[in-house]
């Protein structure tokens, strides 16, 4: 008989190919989160002639509403019935929204100022609904093809693979083609909804034989599986913590073509700055996978907020040292954002198998919704702190017809948005993090409270 610590095999082997295309995936998780963050405000602020606090509301209104939307498409997942399974409809039903919304957030009329921000506030809620139709199930699949806690950091590490590369596609090659002009931005906008529109078919049909283990009845209600998902002590600081270093992200990516234009006096350093943190993403992933075995995923979460920190704080002294100083500040929270990428969504994961244990219902969707919720809105809340902080520092709205020059406090602002700001931010997830107390050993102990029918969901 087993140990009380391990009550019973877990259900391991996904196979590779699924492995590899529902990694492929991340191509759009990444692509929609990497170039509206990085991109969307200056393409108001500079492009458009938006206000800069204007814009900011305009990047953050519709991500708000994925509070709303993220979570319904999680109840809806959850209770899908077809012979694609609970979660694949949905990533077909996104592929059918989000790449065309996406094109006409860039590719819109000429319009600038008050009428530009409608256009493209309201674009831009259509795509934040076609994201979450596709990225809240997509999320919630994990946890339904493996029940072993080590292997699911391994079947992330292959999403946080592609996730790198996309965030490097996005990040370096979309600011070269949108460059400071309307018509650039419309090619991009076009080019990369094509690129979406291939990642979410390719994780739909990759997909296919992907294993579906643990299989347990999904709530009744949203407002039962919410009220469940606030009983969860170990998904709520996990929330949090992951709240806190996608908040900081998103305020780092809003404010690097700042950066780059008013602090590096280069506009193309926006894609060398995204080339130094996406370099560490890709080749320290075995790493953090070792680290987390080794310090289990706790401590490795530490360490990864703590350097994201780290890196953004000493970007302060830019203005001293220059622009290979500030490359390489970028190199160390480009480490840290590689272990946060992937084991914040790993330890998801976990939660999601252990409610499922414990209460022996079907809420990943639910708690997948919620969190892709709270994420969506934190990332482009992210962008209204950095437009609030250079209005703050009476940064100046143009077109490119119209260039004007920013004032000293306005460049200040610039780099305390991207430094100060952002690590402040690291170091709340830090702490959040120490209150995480979900391990292998606590999930693995776990025991069903409603009879046998959880009882599948621990194999």
């Known amino acids: 008989m087993s140990s009380p610590a391990t ?14 295309w529902y990694g492929v995936g991340s191509f759009c998780t990444a692509t929609f989160n990497t170039i509206p963050g990085l991109l969307l405000l200056i393409y108001m602020t500079n492009v458009l002639a938006v206000p800069a606090f204007l814009a900011g509301v305009v990047v953050f209104l519709p991500k708000a509403w994925d509070l709303v939307i993220n979570t319904l498409v999680g109840q809806w997942s959850d209770k899908t019935r077809s ?26 009329p000429p319009l600038t100022g008050v009428p530009a921000a409608l256009f493209v506030g309201l674009a831009f809620l259509l795509a934040a609904t076609g ?40 990040g370096v090659l979309a600011p070269i083609i949108a460059g400071d002009s309307l018509a650039g931005y419309r090619s991009m906008g076009i080019i990369f909804a094509l690129i979406l ?50 908040l900081a992200a998103g305020v780092m990516l809003a404010g690097a073509p700042y950066f780059a234009a008013y602090t590096l006096k280069d506009t193309g350093a926006s894609s060398t700055l995204f080339a130094a943190l996406v370099g560490p993403m890709l080749v320290t992933m075995p790493l953090w996978v070792w680290l987390a075995k080794k310090l289990d995923k706790k401590g490795a979460m530490v360490l990864s907020g703590s350097l994201f920190a780290s890196g953004a704080l000493l970007a302060v002294g830019t203005p001293v040292f220059g622009s290979l100083y500030a490359h390489l500040c970028v190199v160390v929270v480009g480490v840290g954002y590689a272990g946060l990428t992937l084991l914040q969504f790993s330890m998801l994961a976990d939660v999601i198998a252990h409610d499922g244990t414990t209460s022996g219902k079907r809420r990943g969707g639910v708690f997948t919704g919620l969190w892709t919720a709270a994420e969506s809105a934190v990332a482009a ?14 940064f100046i709205s143009s077109d490119p017809a119209h260039p004007v020059s920013q004032p000293d406090s306005a460049n200040t602002a610039v780099i305390i948005g991207l430094t100060i700001v952002p690590a402040v931010i690291a170091l709340s997830g830090v702490y959040m993090t120490l209150k995480y107390d979900l391990d292998a050993r606590k999930l693995a102990s776990a025991t069903p409270l409603l009879g046998g029918e959880g009882a599948t969901a621990s194999g």
């Open 381 to 394: 809340f992210g962008a209204l702190i950095y437009g609030s902080t250079i209005a703050a520092g009476g």
């Open 83 to 108: 012979k694609w399974g609970p979660r694949r409809p949905w990533l077909l039903a996104g592929a059918a929204v989000l790449p065309l919304a996406y094109a006409l957030t860039f590719s819109g």
């Open 131 to 170: 994201f979450a139709f596709y990225e809240v199930p997509y999320k919630a699949m994990p946890a339904e093809m493996t029940t072993d806690y080590h292997e699911r950091t391994t079947l992330l590490q292959w999403r946080m693979i592609f996730i790198a590369a996309a965030i490097g596609l996005s």
């Open 7 to 20: 009550p019973a095999q877990p259900v391991s082997g996904v196979p590779l190919g699924v492995r590899i």
């Open 197 to 246: 529109l291939a990642s979410m078919l390719a994780s739909f049909f990759g997909t296919a034989r992907a294993p579906v283990v643990g299989q347990v009845e999904p709530e009744g209600s949203l407002k039962a599986q919410i009220a469940a998902a606030r009983t969860s002590k170990p998904f709520l600081w996990l929330l949090g913590l992951s709240c806190a270093q996608t």
